[in-house]
Nanobody
Framework: QVQLVESGGGLVQAGDSLRLSCAVS????????MGWFRQAPGKEREFVAV????????RYADSVKGRFTISRDNAKNTVYLQMNSLKPEDTAVYYC?????????????????WGQGTLVTVSS
């Protein structure tokens, strides 16, 4: 059974950086696209970033483009989200997810596998 475990969240100040990690077990990691979503208090879960199986293609939400970078290490079965120039509006629980299709992750469709989330709090 596939399992996703996020880590790396915390409390930072505006302008700081954080790197989130998502370790995957129970499936052939390198065959699947990976994505990050976030959910702020009182809001719906929203797409943040996606990376295809090889790491050669990435897509980002407009709100994080130029500040966040998604990457993956297939040897370590881990996907990362490097977050720079953090803003208070980036405060949310961040979740990773997986699907064979990067397009489905970007569109938020048919996503059945999620981690437990890691909380990122950015103070002003």
């Amino acid at each position: 059974q596939v399992q996703l475990v996020e880590s790396g969240g915390g409390l930072v100040q505006a302008g700081d950086s954080l790197r989130l990690s998502c370790a995957v077990s129970g499936r052939t990691f390198s065959s699947y696209a990976m994505g990050w979503f976030r959910q702020a208090p009182g809001k719906e879960r929203e797409f943040v970033a996606v990376i295809n199986w090889s790491g050669g293609s990435t897509r980002y939400a407009d709100s994080v483009k130029g500040r966040f970078t998604i990457s993956r290490d297939n040897a370590k079965n881990t996907v990362y989200l490097q977050m720079n120039s953090l803003k208070p509006e980036d405060t949310a629980v961040y979740y990773c997810t997986t699907h064979p299709s990067a397009e489905y992750i970007r569109d938020g469709r048919y996503l059945e596998v999620w981690g437990q989330g890691t909380l990122v709090t950015v103070s002003s």
